[in-house]
């Protein structure tokens, strides 16, 4: 049997769970949330990462769908609520193959159906405005994990791609930690600081998780996790869930998007700016320095440092397919994990190793962080904490 064969086979037991997927927001980009425009029942390679078939070829069995939305919005709890709005359309639409989940026992059942399990990750603590409430209602709604913030601070965390401005997390973000861990919804610690990851970490009675980080060893970019903090999964009982983006992954992907930017604003440009005067510029850039070209074999040092540095029941995937304009080569769509899976296996990992790596560790952490859920409601009530009441300055 190749190592591909038996990847198939593993995958059959132990199907995928991946920890972030952003066609929510790709639908509402595209064709605002027209459905049958972007019907994903058939191929829609043309237009995204993401389809039912190639999540079949995939060997996906539990996807964390992403309900992000732009920390601009000028109402980002409308607009979550808009992409809440769209899973849950999805799984109307597609029964057959997407079963809602709430709880690791749901996620197990729909292993045993053969269906996908369908949950819900807000990506950014901009989606609940500063209101533990509103944590609530996205939670009653289905949201199972929170990333604490996307790639500008909130009032009360600071990112890893922004200034800092809180040191970590503030009063009333511990206050936030604290009652995650009571309703059970995971704290995601993807885009944060790290002075934010560790204040997460003292403050959590529950698993966290990375939905979408890889290793700060091997690539160093701040979306990246330090290994200080990877050694500290163990205690903490969580995951970090290798991503793919290859400007997060491959160092010389990271330099040269930094001479990238730097040559967009030495012609006058925002990097971001994507009109047609800019894209010209940019793609002169790119046609004398071809841009640098990540691997499966890439992902997988990443994996193989991680592992070192937490072990292997602390690891996890989280691809973030449809919320990068570019992917290795071998895991191009959701069709793409067998590759990794067989790149492991070459590598010495074992079929024991993979399936926690891809099903077992995800599911033990929502089912723990359900547990002591139950712990803290029996003995605390919702806080009506504000940021105010919190952070406000002494006097």
Request: glycine share 8%.
């Amino acid at each position: 049997m190749t190592s591909q064969e038996a990847a198939r086979e593993l995958l059959r037991e132990f199907p995928v769970v991946d920890g972030h997927n952003d066609l929510p927001w790709a639908l509402r980009a595209q064709v605002r949330y027209d459905l049958d425009a972007r019907d994903i029942a058939a191929d829609q390679s043309a237009h995204l990462h993401t389809d039912i078939p190639r999540l079949r070829a995939g060997g996906v069995g539990a996807q964390y769908w992403s309900v992000y939305v732009r920390t601009d919005s000028p109402d980002p709890v409308a607009a979550t609520l808009e992409q809440i709005d769209c899973v849950r359309q999805l799984l109307t639409r597609h029964p057959e193959d997407l079963r809602p989940a709430l709880t690791a026992a749901d996620m197990e059942a729909a292993r045993g159906e053969g269906r996908i399990a369908s949950l819900m990750g807000a990506e950014g603590g901009h989606s609940i405005a500063g209101s533990l409430g509103t944590l609530r209602g996205l939670y009653g709604l289905g949201v199972r994990y929170m990333t604490l913030t996307h790639n500008d601070n909130v009032d009360w965390a600071d990112s890893a791609t922004d200034e800092p401005k809180a040191g970590g997390l503030t009063a009333f973000g511990r206050e936030v930690v604290r009652e995650m861990n009571r309703l059970g919804m995971l704290v995601d610690l993807s885009h944060v600081a790290a002075t934010t990851m560790r204040d997460a970490l003292d403050a959590s009675s529950a698993p966290v998780i990375f939905s979408h980080s890889s290793a700060r060893a091997v690539c160093d970019h701040p979306r990246n996790v330090p290994d200080d903090v990877l050694e500290r999964l163990p205690a903490n009982g969580g995951i970090a869930m290798v991503t793919f983006v290859p400007k997060f992954v491959l160092q010389a992907a990271v330099d040269w998007t930094a001479a990238a930017d730097e040559n967009m604003r030495a012609h006058g440009f925002h990097h971001l700016d994507t009109t047609a005067e800019a894209m010209k510029v940019h793609r002169a850039f790119e046609e004398r320095y071809p841009r640098p070209v990540a691997t499966v074999s890439t992902v997988a040092d990443h994996l193989d440092h991680m592992r070192e540095a937490a072990g292997i029941d602390h690891l996890g995937i989280g691809g973030d397919y449809d919320g990068t304009a570019f992917t290795p080569e071998g895991l191009t769509d959701v069709s793409g994990y067998p590759n990794l899976l067989a790149e492991l296996l070459d590598r010495g990992w074992s079929k024991a190793d993979l399936a926690k790596l891809t099903w077992k560790n995800a599911v033990r952490v929502l089912d723990a962080a359900e547990e002591v859920a139950r712990g803290l409601q029996a003995t605390r009530s919702p806080s009506n904490a504000t940021i105010e009441s919190l952070d406000a300055p002494a006097g």
